[in-house]
Nanobody
């Protein structure tokens, strides 16, 4: 049974920082593709950053480049999203996701099999 559990969401003021964590259990595929997404009510879930085994970390939203950093800890089977200089437009529910091969592009919602429950980030 695979579980992804996000944590670290909070309410912060503009300019603040947060670090989101995604701890996994049961996600034992040797080849992994993991991602951070976010979603605002009424809008589609959008990919923020992705990582896959043997590949680089890729960022997809221009407005977060240089402010958000995805990292991983293989020993803890966890991924993180460090967010700095937060803006009101960053307010969203943030989700981590995991895919199993073959995962397609490793960047689209449909590529991912496993999802966390989400953690809310509110910037005011």
């Amino acid at each position: 049974h695979v579980q992804l559990v996000e944590s670290g969401g909070d309410s912060v003021h503009e300019g603040g920082s947060l670090k989101l964590s995604c701890e996994t259990s049961g996600y034992t595929s040797r080849a992994k593709c993991m991602a951070w997404f976010r979603q605002v009510p009424g809008k589609e879930r959008e990919v923020i950053a992705t990582w896959y085994s043997g590949g680089p970390i890729t960022y997809y939203i221009d407005s977060v480049k240089g402010r958000f950093t995805m990292s991983r800890d293989n020993a803890k089977n966890a991924v993180y999203l460090e967010m700095t200089s937060l803006q009101t437009d960053d307010t969203a529910a943030y989700y981590c996701a995991g895919a199993v091969p073959p995962w397609g592009a490793c960047s689209k919602v449909a590529d991912f099999t496993y999802w966390g429950q989400g953690t809310q980030v509110t910037v005011s």
